[in-house]
Nanobody, 124 residues
Framework: VQLQASGGGLVQPGGSLRLSCAAS????????IGWFRQAPGKKREGVSC???????IYADSVEGRFTISRDNLKNTVYLQMDSLKSEDTAVYYC???????????????????WGKGTQVTVSS
């Protein structure tokens, strides 16, 4: 199983970025994919997740600004991040989940496969 996250970078407050998570090595349609993030000095937190049926969940801090989607033909999940704030600065990780329960519980110990992180920096 491999999860390859990409799309991070430096953006000004109010700007946008789109992260991608390309999956391989398993049946993509059988699993949810979520995003966690970890800011310096803070615990890793669940940000968003999308199930196999397309149901989505979001942390309160990103609700209305972030949109998660999946393309089952490309085995890829996207996280569109709009109206970015300085507090969104973190390393973002994609992770395989069963049905988004682990992401919703913010239980990083329940994740079996992680992608390498991609840095998102929001700064003027």
């Amino acid at each position: 199983v491999q999860l390859q996250a990409s799309g991070g970078g430096l953006v000004q407050p109010g700007g946008s970025l789109r992260l991608s998570c390309a999956a391989s090595g398993y049946t993509f349609d059988d699993y949810a994919i979520g995003w966690f993030r970890q800011a310096p000095g803070k615990k890793r937190e669940g940000v968003s997740c999308i199930t196999t049926s397309g149901r989505t969940i979001y942390a309160d801090s990103v609700e209305g600004r972030f949109t998660i989607s999946r393309d089952n033909l490309k085995n890829t999940v996207y996280l569109q991040m709009d109206s970015l704030k300085s507090e969104d600065t973190a390393v973002y990780y994609c992770a395989r989940d069963t049905d988004c329960t682990v992401v919703a519980l913010n239980w990083e110990g329940g994740i079996d496969f992680w992608g390498k992180g991609t840095q998102v920096t929001v700064s003027s």
